[in-house]
């Protein structure tokens, strides 16, 4: 069955400063990747997503995900935080072969600091 | 458009009681969704449906139930609301035209904050 992890439930860091919000996955075959973000009180609202291709994928509101098989990581990127950034993002994985459900990680709250 | 739709958007139950949870799109989605969110645990698929009459189980299906017999609406039915279905809950809708909806972006609702006492 597959599964997300993401190993830490809040990141801090200052705006202006590049974040990292991590994510693994564990999949048979290969994966489907997607992120996606949660302000307060709403619903997700979708990222980006990696299907096949280039390893690095761009999305919404300059953030970025590299896809490491090996590593098999998933982790979401920005090269300079605003704080608007600060919300709950979630990564979510289903497997390449016919309808598989998307599995969700818990989530990890991104607080960026004036 | 108005995406997808929830209603409504807060409800406190008793134990016992029964309810359901409205969703709409307006997307011309085939799929739609049903997850509850609960604190630290991410989101658990209750039911889903691939097309007008056609629905599935999910991974928590149990206390619920659904119909689909539009493409716009897919209701969720608690019938006798337990503690354990406080939740946020929230429907999705995405568009599949191949075999398999997984590589699909699925569209969110605003959710709906259900306190069963």
């Known amino acids: 069955a597959q599964s997300v992890a993401q190993p830490e439930d809040q990141v801090n860091v200052a705006e202006g400063n590049p974040l990292t919000v991590k994510c693994t996955y564990s999949?048979?075959?290969?994966?489907?990747l997607f992120w996606y973000v949660q302000y307060p009180n709403r619903g997700l609202q979708f990222l980006l997503k990696?299907?096949?291709?280039?390893?690095l994928v761009k999305g919404s509101y300059g953030f970025e995900a590299e896809f490491n098989k090996s590593q098999t990581s998933f982790h979401l990127k920005k090269p300079s935080a605003l704080v608007s950034d600060s919300a709950l993002y979630f990564c979510a994985v289903s497997p390449n072969t016919g309808f598989q459900k998307l599995v969700f990680g818990t989530g990890t709250r991104l607080l960026v600091s004036p | 458009n108005a995406g997808v739709t929830q209603t409504p958007k807060f409800r406190i139950l008793k134990i016992g009681q029964s309810m359901t949870l409205q969703c709409a799109q307006d997307m011309n989605h085939n799929y739609m969704y049903w997850y509850r969110q609960d604190p630290g645990m991410g989101l658990k698929l209750i039911y889903y449906s691939v097309g007008a009459g056609i629905t599935d189980k999910g991974e928590v299906p149990n206390g619920y139930n659904v119909s689909r017999s539009t493409t716009e609406d897919f209701p969720l039915r608690l019938e006798l609301a337990a503690p354990s279905q406080t939740s946020v809950y929230f429907c999705?809708?995405?568009?599949?035209?191949?075999?398999?909806?997984?590589?699909?972006?699925?569209?969110f609702g605003p959710g709906t904050r259900l306190t069963v006492l």
């Open positions: 999705a809708s995405s568009y599949s035209g191949g075999a398999g909806g997984s590589t699909d972006t699925q569209y």
């Open positions: 990696y299907i096949t291709g280039d390893n």
């Open positions: 999949v048979s075959g290969n994966p489907y």
